[in-house]
Structures are given as C-alpha cells and as structure tokens.
C-alpha cells in the first residue's frame, strides 16, 4: 500500500458523525481561485510538501487521490481528521471552496 | 620586461591573487563571512546571500530543488552553508563566492539537518524513507544510514535532529514515539541509544544551547518530554504534562517550531499547541511557570541572544502580526504588523537587529530590536527561513 496514512486519513474521516452533503464543483471567481491556489501551495504545503509530495502529512498528488471522492476529500478538508495534526478548515473555508480544493487535487493542482 | 615574460608574470600573479582572494565582490578584495547570511526563496528553489551589515544582497543561488521547509547549518569556518531541501537534496553552498560547490538527492522527502561539533559530519532527517543519513561535510559522501525502524518493518519520520556535543546527533521518531542518540565519537559507525514511549506524536524537538538539555514537543498529548543527557542515565521524562487542563485544542493551522526557544532570565518560553499562549517554564525545574496570552496560536517564541526579550510569530490566519516579550516582566511589551505571512526571524549574534521573511509581500525587514524602528527592506522572492553564519558557532543550530 503506497500511502496508508490518507486511508487511514479517510476512514477516520467516514466515520466521524459529520457528513457533508454537497453538490459538484462550482466555478469560483478568479480572485477566489487565486487566493485557495496560494493557500494550498504555501500553508496546505507547510506540511503536505508545496510541491504536494507529502511531509508530516500525506501526499496530495493526482496518483494519490485517485481512490477518493472529491466529495470525501472535501469532508476531510473541511472536518480535519481528530487525534491527527490535520486540522478542520471549517470556519475558514466554505464548502464550495474545500470541494474546488479537492477537485483541483485530483486533477493535478494549479502552481 | 618581454612581453612573453610579462604574461607569464601577470598570469602567476592573478593565480596567486585568486589562491589568497576568495572574495565574492570584487576580485582581490579580501572580506570575512562573519556577517552574512542565507535566506531561502521557498517558491523559486533560490538561496540569497546577504551582507547584514550593508543591509545588502550579495547574491541569488538558483538550483536548489523544493525548498519549502527549507533549513541551513554552517561549516566551523563559516564559509560553506549546507542547505536541507524538502525533496531530500543536500546542498552545499559557498556563500563567498556564490556558488553550489556540491549537491546530492539523499532521500525522497527530508525536513532539515544538522552539523557534528567537529564540523566532520552532516546528518539529514529524513520522512522518506524514514530515518537519518549522515554525510561526510566535505565531500558529501555517506558515511551512515540509520533507518528508524520501529515494531519489526516499518519506517518512521524523523524530526527534531540536532547535533549534541562528543560527536553526536539525536533525534525524534514521529511515528514511533521514540528519541535516539547516534553517538558517532568512535568512529564513522554509530553506537545508537533508544529511549522508547517518550510520548503520542512527538512533532519536533530541540537542544539547549548548552548541549545539556534535549526536549521533544508532543503533538498528541498535553506535555512535552525532556532528557538530561548530562545524567548517568539519562531517561526520557514528561514535563508540563496537562497543560491545556483537558480543553479542547484550537485547530492548529501550523505546527509551532521549537528550534530557537526563548531561554532568558531562568525561564523558558514554548509555544503551546493548539493555544493562544506562550508556556512559561521555570529554567531549574522544568515546572510550569505562568502564562502568557498572546494574538494567536504562536509557530515561534525566539528569545534575541541576551536573554532579555522573545520575539513571537503566529498561525495561520494571523500570521501578519509579531508580538515581543519582555521576559523578565513576562508582558508584551510591542506589536506590529509587518504584513500576512510573516514566518522566520533571526537575531543578529548580540541581538541588536532581527530579521524578519514577510512571505507573501516578498520582502525581508530589518528591525532595531531596541527601538523597534524598521531600518531596511531588501526584496527576495517567497523568503522563509534566515540563516546567520554565527550560527556555524552554536550548538543544535
């Protein structure tokens, strides 16, 4: 198994009380787009890697995705995952934007 | 003097110029390195070496691979930097001439490094594979792999790797809850000690300045561990253990850095995880001293080098704000926004200026750590961590 810890990340994730309902992807406005794609490659990569290689957390390149929904990535986005440093972004990202964060993983991550 | 024998003369002269002359701004000109430093460009994989007293950068490095997270120690003459990349490359960088004199992929993904007192070795902490990989600081060539094995296979990641006097490093397994010395003082075999159960995901660590101290932060439990390793036996012990008193953590939107702790007037402070607050520990003891509130969850509390004053830095989303400590009175004593993303500072060696990376308006302050005056702004791309030369001098830096 090449990446144990994002199973692991997402099982515990399923199995917290909170799933998010959403709906597909929205097309944010450009700014918005900007402001998320900086986020993730500057403070996301404070511990995933900027190049998203991983590093204290897990990798989120294409490769490494692929099992998941971007539906349940957004859950662990938005949630973040209990006893683990990964912290719930809710509050600072709305569900629109964690869901356009985890399409964007999937696809390969804009610079 | 013939024309040939002029030549010949002119070209044995610059040959001996160039042998005594290793200065990087003009040629000829002699300068010393006590007061330069490295500032890493994260986004760009650059490296810029300034001049601190001019206030000036002297040059811009490219080459350096993924630099987020991105860390430097020194050669014991202060002339070469070795620059830890998130990608695993080690690289060494004569910070006089500008130049990469030597650069190795090591692992596939690594968080920093550090210098033997000897100024032999380099060691790397590695995520992937998990573990640590020691160099020889000259060539770069291995010398030790030490794999951080844990319950029969698996690997884990390494944090907190300082180097510890007599020829050793000592560092931290995230996964496995452990803290190991590899005591390299007979030799280029390690004798490694294994101190296990020091703690739920200890997350990084550090060395006093005195060499006597190793302390490993514990993302998973309320507590820190600390070792005496100046005991007969030193032994992993818990301190401040339930310091958050049971609430709930904040989310913590950066892990707090331990490396550069503020150490003054008897105390100690540290970053307390998921708080907004500064732990205040008694130096002696290691028994909780106070508190102190501060703007938000703090990544670093730097004391400047006279032990007087604590420089603090904050998570993200309020990382545009430095508060300071005054330690002996433990109150906050200045605040100021040197703008979003405000993330490394370096006292200069007495602590009169600090320098500040303000990431994301792509600048670098320079700050009268008396006044508080800004005195200079030079430009660099995403800088992150500073790296002073006087650092080649200091242990666990």
Redesign the interface.
């Known amino acids: 198994m090449q990446c144990p810890s994002i199973i692991w990340l997402l099982l515990s994730s399923l199995m917290g009380a909170c799933i998010v309902t959403m709906t597909s992807a929205l097309a944010l406005d450009e700014s918005a787009e900007r402001r998320l794609t900086?986020l993730v490659?500057?403070?996301c990569?404070?511990?995933h890697?900027?190049?998203l290689?991983?590093?204290?957390g897990g990798p989120l390149l294409p490769k490494d995705l692929k099992e998941f929904e971007s539906e349940s990535i957004a859950s662990i986005i938005l949630d973040?995952v209990p006893?683990?440093?990964m912290?719930?972004?809710q509050g600072?990202l709305s569900k629109e934007e964690a869901l356009w964060i985890a399409d964007k993983l999937k696809k390969g991550f804009p610079q | 003097m013939k024309r040939r024998e002029f030549l010949k003369a002119s070209a044995l002269g610059t040959a001996a110029a160039a042998l005594v002359s290793p200065a990087a701004a003009c040629p000829g000109e002699l300068r010393g390195t006590g007061d330069l430093a490295v500032i890493i460009e994260r986004a760009s994989g650059s490296v810029m070496i300034v001049d601190t007293t001019a206030h000036e950068t002297l040059h811009r490095v490219e080459g350096f691979g993924d630099l987020s997270h991105a860390s430097a120690v020194y050669s014991r003459d202060e002339r070469y930097a070795y620059i830890f990349g998130r990608d695993g490359g080690l690289t060494k960088l004569d910070i006089l001439e500008g130049v990469i004199t030597k650069r190795i992929l090591q692992a596939g993904n690594a968080i920093g490094g550090a210098i033997s007192d000897d100024g032999k070795l380099v060691a790397v902490s590695n995520y992937k594979p998990g573990g640590v990989r020691v160099f020889d600081a000259n060539t770069l060539e291995p010398v030790a792999d030490i794999p951080a094995t844990f319950e029969n296979d698996k690997r884990s990641k390494t944090v907190g790797l300082v180097d510890a006097p007599g020829r050793r490093f000592i560092f931290t397994l995230y996964d496995a809850g452990e803290i190991w010395i590899a005591d390299f003082s007979s030799g280029s075999k390690p004798q490694l000690t294994r101190f296990m159960d020091i703690g739920d995901l200890p997350y990084d660590a550090l060395i006093t300045g005195d060499g006597r101290h190793y302390i490993a932060g514990l993302f998973g439990e309320d507590g820190l561990t600390h070792i005496d390793l100046w005991a007969d036996e030193p032994a992993p012990r818990r301190i401040l253990s339930g310091y958050g008193r049971g609430e709930k953590k904040l989310p913590v939107y950066k892990m707090p850095h331990l490396e550069g702790w503020a150490e003054g007037g008897g105390h100690f402070l540290l970053p307390a995880v998921g708080r907004h607050e500064l732990l205040v520990m008694d130096a002696g003891t290691f028994k909780e001293a106070g508190r102190i509130a501060v703007h938000g969850q703090p990544v670093f509390a730097v004391a400047r080098p006279d032990g007087r004053q604590a420089w603090v830095n904050f998570a993200h989303p309020l990382n545009d704000t430095i508060q300071v400590v005054d330690i002996p009175s433990l109150k906050i004593i200045h605040e100021f926004k040197p703008g979003p993303a405000a993330l490394h500072m370096e006292f200069s060696p007495r602590g009169h200026e600090v320098w500040l990376s303000v990431r994301d308006s792509n600048e670098v302050h320079v700050y009268d750590t008396s006044s508080f005056r800004k005195l200079a702004v030079l430009k660099a791309q995403s800088p992150s961590g500073i790296f002073m030369t006087a650092r080649a001098h200091r242990i666990g830096l």
């Open positions: 900086h490659r500057q403070d990569g404070s511990c890697g900027m190049t290689k991983g590093g204290l973040g006893g683990k440093p912290p719930p972004w600072q």
